[in-house]
């Protein structure tokens, strides 16, 4: 696991271990960057199934929760049958767009 800070940004990538135990170590580690926007980056990890994502669930809503953006980059799987709580990008680029409409949209008050 490799953790990367831009500003307001925490960029979690993910190389080797499996998907519960990246879970594990960030719901260890939570507390650095929980006021921060998260990019799970999973984008060198072959094949990932839904239920991979879904494992990502209770910590999405957690974080999203406290009015701060999660995000999850992978191209392995198809965004559009992951849950709707979980945002997933197929590009590093998505990623970044999506936390800055979030974030217009909650200096906005939507």
């Known amino acids: 696991m490799i953790i990367d800070q831009e500003e307001n ?6 190389e080797k271990a499996s998907i519960i135990e ?9 507390p650095k960057f ?3 926007n998260i990019i799970i980056k999973l984008s060198s990890l072959g094949t990932i199934a839904l239920q991979d994502i879904i494992e990502f669930l209770r910590l999405s ?11 999850i980059v992978t191209n392995a ?4 049958e992951t849950p709707e709580e979980i945002i ?3 590009t590093l680029k998505e990623a970044y ?6 974030e217009m949209e909650r200096d906005l008050g939507f």
């Open 9 to 14: 940004i925490t960029i979690i990538t993910q």
């Open 22 to 30: 990246l879970v594990k170590k960030i719901e260890a580690l939570y």
């Open 34 to 36: 929980k006021k921060h």
């Open 61 to 71: 809503n957690t974080h999203r929760a406290s009015k701060q953006s999660f995000v």
């Open 77 to 80: 799987i198809n965004p559009n």
């Open 88 to 90: 997933v990008v197929p």
């Open 97 to 102: 767009d999506i936390i800055d409409m979030e």
